[in-house]
Nanobody, 122 residues
Framework: QVQLVESGGGLVQAGGSLRLSCAATGRSSGTYAMGWFRQAPGKEREFVAVISGSGGSSYYADSVKGRFTVSRHNAENTMYLQMNSLKPEDTAVYFC???????????????WGQGTQVTVSS
């Protein structure tokens, strides 16, 4: 069992930056691929970024490529999402997730955090 807790969300103006954190606890949490997803009101949960268990591979949604960077520090069991050049359309609840393999599909992830709100004002 793995527990995930996100933090770092908040209100920021367009063009600003935020860094989200996802702290993992539980057995073998450092071996899982981990991802970030987001969900805006009235919309389905969508893929943002994913990183391999070792941290050596990552993949991004086209909408955030070049602006967001995913990383992880396995010694601290923490994953990060550095978000730069934020846009109002980035406003959503951001979730971290852990799974056996890297994937862009939410259903492939076994464990989920409770989410953290990111609001970007224009």
């Amino acid at each position: 069992q793995v527990q995930l807790v996100e933090s770092g969300g908040g209100l920021v103006q367009a063009g600003g930056s935020l860094r989200l954190s996802c702290a993992a606890t539980g057995r073998s949490s450092g071996t899982y691929a981990m991802g970030w997803f987001r969900q805006a009101p009235g919309k389905e949960r969508e893929f943002v970024a994913v990183i391999s268990g070792s941290g050596g591979s990552s993949y991004y949604a086209d909408s955030v490529k070049g602006r967001f960077t995913v990383s992880r520090h396995n010694a601290e069991n923490t994953m990060y999402l550095q978000m730069n050049s934020l846009k109002p359309e980035d406003t959503a609840v951001y979730f971290c997730a852990a799974g056996s393999l890297m994937s862009v599909m939410p259903k492939r992830f076994l464990y989920w955090g409770q989410g953290t709100q990111v609001t970007v004002s224009s």
